[in-house]
């Protein structure tokens, strides 16, 4: 008995040729794990300071 964390990419629970085969066909085995999508912190800094300066003006404004 295998799972897909051993080899077994095609599902019926064993590890054999046919997982290599759909590994070769799929590419997958050859791209290697692919990295994790992380959001830049600059665009959380410039939009906290655009809003920064935005509340500061509006307040001028209202004085």
């Known amino acids: 008995n295998s799972t897909w964390g051993t080899g077994d990419w095609n599902g019926d629970g064993e590890?054999?040729?046919?997982?290599?085969?759909?590994?070769?066909?799929d590419g997958g085995y050859?791209?290697?794990?692919?990295p994790a999508v992380v959001p830049e912190p600059n665009t959380a800094l410039g939009l906290l300071a655009a809003g920064g300066l935005t509340l500061?003006?509006?307040?001028?404004r209202h004085k």
């Open 30 to 34: 050859e791209l290697g794990p692919r």
């Open 56 to 60: 500061t003006a509006s307040r001028r």
């Open 15 to 25: 590890f054999d040729t046919s997982d290599m085969v759909l590994a070769f066909q």
